[in-house]
């Protein structure tokens, strides 16, 4: 028998996934739920679980919170994701976590629900389709930041980061000690490794995909 305990803030949605799988499935058992975080740490003090099945938005704070401190009081219970809240950068959050699922409300309901919570208790990952997709374009997205990066010569790296400072050729070219011919070269190969062809359009790339970080 699979132990689940719900941790999710709307009542309908908890009573729909009890009433659906205590019908339909005899191999799992909702035996505990909470509407928050803290209910669902006091509840752990009095319930043995293998999984819990883990809303990301509830009202005293968030599943990301919750699965960063299982993860370091509670590491044998296994973490299911079910939320509607499935951007990118959610997902890559818990991915880092290291969660052992993510489904979303709006799928594949409580069929892929079990199938979900059967898959992860059998030793497996289990992302939906629209999670495995959203994993995909993340795995790309930093595959081709760290190629990108790698390509950059400590010089180049250097002039990407003064111009994000606002420093125009001729002063880039004073502080790095080269002539203001050589940084406008730099910055032809940086435009041509990038596809762009601007210095704001490489300041934006840049920033969004890592390459360079701003101070707090």
Do not use: W
Request: glycine fraction near 6%; aromatic fraction near 6%; charge should be negative.
């Amino acid at each position: 028998m699979i132990k689940a305990i719900l941790v999710d803030d709307h009542e309908l949605f908890r009573l729909g996934v009890k009433t659906a799988i205590a019908k339909n499935y005899t191999d799992i058992k909702i035996v505990g739920e909470a509407e928050t975080g803290a209910g669902f740490f006091n509840l752990l003090k009095t319930v043995q679980a293998d999984i819990v099945l883990l809303d990301i938005i509830l009202p005293d704070t968030t599943g990301i919170e919750i699965a960063r401190r299982l993860k370091t009081e509670y590491p044998e219970l296994k973490i299911l994701a079910i939320s509607a809240e499935n951007t990118a950068e959610v997902v890559n959050q818990m991915l880092n976590i290291g969660i052992d699922g993510f489904i979303t409300k709006r799928m594949g309901g409580v069929t892929e629900l079990v199938e979900a919570i059967r898959s992860i208790m059998a030793g497996f990952e289990f992302f939906g389709k629209d999670i495995s997709e959203i994993i995909h374009r993340i795995y790309l997205t930093k595959k081709n930041t760290v190629e990108v990066t790698n390509e950059f010569t400590k010089q180049e790296q250097r002039i990407i980061e003064l111009c994000h400072e606002g420093l125009l050729a001729k002063e880039i070219a004073r502080q790095l000690e080269i002539s203001p011919r050589t940084v406008e070269t730099h910055k032809a190969n940086i435009f041509l490794k990038l596809g762009i062809n601007n210095t704001a359009e490489m300041v934006r790339y840049a920033l969004k995909n890592g390459i360079i970080r701003v101070s707090d």
